[in-house]
T-cell receptor
């Protein structure tokens, strides 16, 4: 039962262009969503989060969009840089329901071509 | 400011053995969560410790147990190891509702 899905295992983007990573969820109790980046041999690094009371959150080159009715979120990276090449995980949590665990997707490997 | 530290980095065990993994949280964090990440998968929640008690548990058997110490550090114990327990074990720490910060993990291989 995959409650958080990242349907694209990989994505290649040219340097300077926009990278769009997608994530779908099925549990309507989720109210907090996060994106993590993971380099090989390192732990996941927190990138950006969004609460369900918002539909957009920006932090520098990273923007997360949340569409609650579609149960869909996306991460936009503009402009993409070679150092952004990594595996990106989306995660969801239900903080208001007292659920502290994060449910992760299977990840999308982003490759930014110079 | 040290982040989340985990030890050991790598570990090789045989089936049936027991293992203990250790985690020191980031300074200022009081909550520790453990995750298992199999190859090609996302991290799966094992359990979370807060105030030295298990606050929430994922879908893992009782062979997986943990502990949190008064200094907020934590241990993950796995008994009767199975081949399927081979994975990267990640520790994450947090404070209140802030995002969890992860360590670099312990790679456990079962022969």
């Amino acid at each position: 039962d995959q409650q958080v899905k990242q349907n694209s295992p990989s994505l290649s983007v040219q340097e300077g262009r926009i990278s769009i990573l997608n994530c779908d969820y099925t549990n309507s109790m989720f109210d907090y969503f996060l994106w993590y980046k993971k380099y090989p041999a390192e732990g996941p690094t927190f990138l950006i989060s969004i609460s369900s009371i918002k539909d957009k959150n920006e932090d520098g080159r990273f923007t997360v969009f949340l569409n609650k009715s579609a149960k869909h979120l996306s991460l936009h990276i503009v402009p993409s840089q070679p150092g952004d090449s990594a595996v990106y995980f989306c995660a969801a949590s239900g903080t208001t329901s007292g659920t502290y665990k994060y449910i992760f997707g299977t990840g999308t490997r982003l490759k930014v071509l110079a | 400011d040290a982040g989340v530290t985990q030890s050991p980095t790598h570990l090789i065990k045989t089936r049936g053995q027991q293992v203990t993994l250790r985690c020191s949280p980031k300074s200022g964090h009081d909550t520790v969560s453990w995750y298992q990440q199999a190859l090609g998968q996302g991290p799966q929640f094992i359990f979370q410790y807060y105030e030295e008690e298990e606050r929430q548990r994922g879908n893992f058997p009782d062979r997986f147990s943990g502990h949190q110490f008064p200094n907020y550090s934590s241990e993950l114990n796995v008994n009767a190891l199975l081949l399927g327990d081979s994975a990267l074990y990640l520790c994450a720490s947090s404070f209140y509702e802030q995002p969890q910060h992860f360590g670099d993990g312990t790679r456990l291989s079962i022969l």
